[in-house]
């Protein structure tokens, strides 16, 4: 029998990332049971995930250090969730958490967009190729180029060079003029133009080419070389690894199924919520990248505020808004100058695959105009990725928007669902099929 | 002939309106299809796809039959996604074993090939069925196909010989002569109600309701699975009438997922998993197939079976109407049975002797 073990907790953190670390670190100030969780070994989340090669920044060893009066739960995914309670699989089984309030601090995933090549072996996001390689991926010596859009190409390329690769080139789709007005508002935030200033200088002597996009991959039967097309023309490029990466997309799936109301702004929804970082269900609190893309400083202050104030500690967390304001601002000012050119929508072929987990090309969508249609007779989003990419790459080129999310919310074992303890698992607006 | 004027007005394009309508098409009807969701969104969308015939209803068989064998004409189609498993009935004990032979002999009598499998031989066809089976009973003509994209199929068929598709429209009424669409369009002609569990909603006077199920799909484990499974025991919760119910029930898909059913809950009216059944359901497939705790499931969905008092769908005229017909309350055998059904109608709506007898499945039983 999998009988689970029922926990609870005032407040429940879900993300251990920057957001999620400094949320349990203040709700446990108030003397909340706090609990943190989440699906990997190590704490850290995207930008802090351990190296190991290279020690944690100051700032993640001091958060990692706050943590005493918080139950830190490693290696638990939510798989499922009910009304006041998750259900939780881990390596011992399953888990059913209940709480008081909840704060979601699930971040963000890479954009992949299709293009000819793109699912050759060799081929990896630039912050997927930047992850595995901090687990230990064997990569010295390889020749890798790195692509796509946003600052992340520079973090990566800087991980992946002090692991020993030769980065051959650095190639941002905006335009080097939108590139060189960001640098310039930089100014306002001397703390980032530090760290882009430093990141620059681990980078010496790697190329970065603006209003430049890889077109295709070649190779066979794994990558041996790209094309790329910049202001002066195409080129190709030999070389052992592609890491390409167009930004980022908020992770809103649990939130999805708990109900929470999305702010459709762009292609990407990400989660609404007020000013003290309630999400529209009672009792649910949402901060960092699933608000919207804001970044590391953006995901720590609102942490904090999400943490407070899911502790009842409003003051604490009104005191720290203004803080809010201004690393929004600079997120804004990200979205506006690494906007995606049209040009990039248009680079998959009728014959390049969209949906990698069920073989679906993009001609195979033609004539749909939403998810479900589509999947019904195309199977396109059904495999294991449950379309986090496909769907996210369709709702970029401007095919359709992403379904809504279904239990279970990343695959799970079949031990795990059978656990009778909820009611009923949420959505309770779900449409009865197998989409 | 005036717009919006037709021989035949399908309301409703799950596989069995879509079968209608694919078979008055082809018989040179001009038909007109209604369907305010996706082709075979509905209950179509939610099966597990299993072309079985069911014995314990001599008048469920015969359908079952006289469809299966028109399914064989789809046995090619890409679209159908047709795969040729077969289906194995596992007897767990002595008692499930006994009933093996009268089983057999019905088949028989309805003209399905069947055989008794020893435990020895249960094994060696699923190797990773519990130890200490008693038996069972292998069909292994029956297959598994893909309903909602057949369902598409035969919609595009029928448009291609001149059906009409009023898709994202519902019908709002029945009128004198025809229907009356959600945007205030009236069609007119004979009409078809293929509307599946909404069948009240347009028709009060015939009892159907809902029965819920859930089914969960895995990720691919080829070769795990090479059968389409269930308990023999099987017909007891498909047909009984108890409030839930759950049996073993897993099937191979073409990709090497693994379908795993089956529950039936009355009552339930909404579509939210809920996790009591999925435990029942679960604990009893793992009862049988152990290995199945260990596998990663990528969904869970419920879906609603459309079902009338006897068990037996709707297929015919509605009793004091004038040129109203039913095809609805196929429970859980509609993918199965729609092709019969299709042609059964059509033959009674062109005055036609159908090829197996249509008594059964009259609408005019209830109100006899
Ligand atoms: C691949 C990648 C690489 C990045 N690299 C950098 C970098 O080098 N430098 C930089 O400044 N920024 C980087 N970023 C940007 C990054 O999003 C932010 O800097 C910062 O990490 C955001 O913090 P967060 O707490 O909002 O989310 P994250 O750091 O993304 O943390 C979210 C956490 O939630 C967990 N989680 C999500 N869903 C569940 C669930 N259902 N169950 C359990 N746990 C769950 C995840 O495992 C993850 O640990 C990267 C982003 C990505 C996607
Ligand atoms: C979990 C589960 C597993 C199953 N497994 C199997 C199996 O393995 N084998 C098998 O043979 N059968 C199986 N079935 C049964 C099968 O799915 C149904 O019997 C069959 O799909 C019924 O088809 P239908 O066309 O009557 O209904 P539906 O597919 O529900 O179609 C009815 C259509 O009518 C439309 N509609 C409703 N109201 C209106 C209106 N006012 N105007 C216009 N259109 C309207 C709906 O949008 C819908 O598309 C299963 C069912 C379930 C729930």
Known sequence: MTEPMTEHYDVLVVGAGPAGLAAAQAAAMHGARVGLLDAQAQAGGQVWRHDVRRAAPRAARRAFASLENVDVLARHSVVAAASHSLLVETPDGARQLRYGSLVLATGARELLLPFPGWTLPGVTGAGGLQALTKQGWPIADKRVVVAGSGPLLLAAAATLRAHGTHVLGIYEQAPASAVHAFAWRLRHWPARAVQAVGLRARLAGVPYRCGTFVRAAHGEPALSSIEVEGPHGVRRIECDQLAIGYGLVPNVELAGLLGCELEHAGAHPHVRVDSLLRTSVPGVHAAGELCGIGGLAAARIEGSIAGHAAAGAYGNAAALLPQRTRERRFAALLSQHFALAPRLHALATPQTLICRCEDVTLAALDGFSNARDARLATRCGMGACQGRICGSALAELGRFPRSGSRPPLFPARLATLAVAEAESFLPNDYRGNRT | ?368
């Open chain 2, 1 to 368: 002939m005036n717009a919006g004027s037709y021989d035949l007005i399908v309301v409703g394009a799950g596989i069995v309106g879509a079968s209608c309508a694919d078979a008055a098409a082809a018989e040179g009807l001009r038909v007109a299809i209604v369907e305010p969701g996706p082709i075979g969104g509905g209950a179509t969308a939610a099966a597990m796809g299993h072309l079985v015939a069911m014995d314990d209803d001599p008048a469920e068989l015969a359908l079952a039959r006289y469809s299966l064998r028109q399914w064989e004409g789809f046995a090619d189609l890409p679209e159908a996604e047709f795969s040729r498993c077969g289906t194995l009935w596992v007897a767990r004990g002595e008692t499930e074993g006994a009933a093996i032979a009268t089983r057999m002999a019905r088949l028989a009598a309805g003209g399905v090939e069947a055989h008794a499998i020893d435990a020895q031989n249960l094994y060696e066809l699923e190797p990773a069925l519990a130890p200490g089976m008693y038996g069972g009973m292998l069909v292994p003509h029956e297959a598994v196909v893909y309903p909602p994209r057949v369902a598409r199929y035969l919609v595009q068929r029928a448009q291609t010989r001149h059906a009409r598709l009023y898709a994202g429209r519902s019908v709002q009424r029945l009128t004198h002569g025809g229907v009356m669409l959600d945007d205030g369009t009236p069609l007119h002609g004979p009409t078809l109600l293929a509307t599946g569990c909404a069948l009240p909603e347009l028709l009060p006077q015939l009892p159907l309701r809902p029965r819920r199920g859930h089914l969960v799909i895995t990720d691919r484990y080829p070769g795990l699975l090479r059968h389409q499974l269930l308990e023999l025991g099987y017909a007891d919760s498909a047909h009984g009438d108890a409030d839930s119910s759950v049996a073993f029930n897993v099937q191979p898909r073409p990709t090497g997922q693994i379908l795993i059913g089956s529950s039936r809950e009355f009552g339930a009216t909404d579509t939210a998993v809920s996790p009591a059944m999925v435990q029942r359901m679960l604990e009893r497939a793992f009862s049988f197939m152990p290995v199945l705790r260990g596998l990663q499931a990528l969904r869970i969905w419920t879906g609603f079976r459309p079902t009338t008092p006897d068990g037996l769908p709707y297929l015919g005229a509605v009793p004091g109407r004038t040129d109203v017909w039913v095809a609805a309350g196929h429970e859980g055998l509609g993918v199965t049975t729609a092709l019969g059904s299709a042609q059964l109608l059509l033959d009674l709506l062109l005055g036609r002797t159908p090829a197996i007898d249509p008594a059964p499945y009259a609408p005019a039983r209830m109100s006899a």
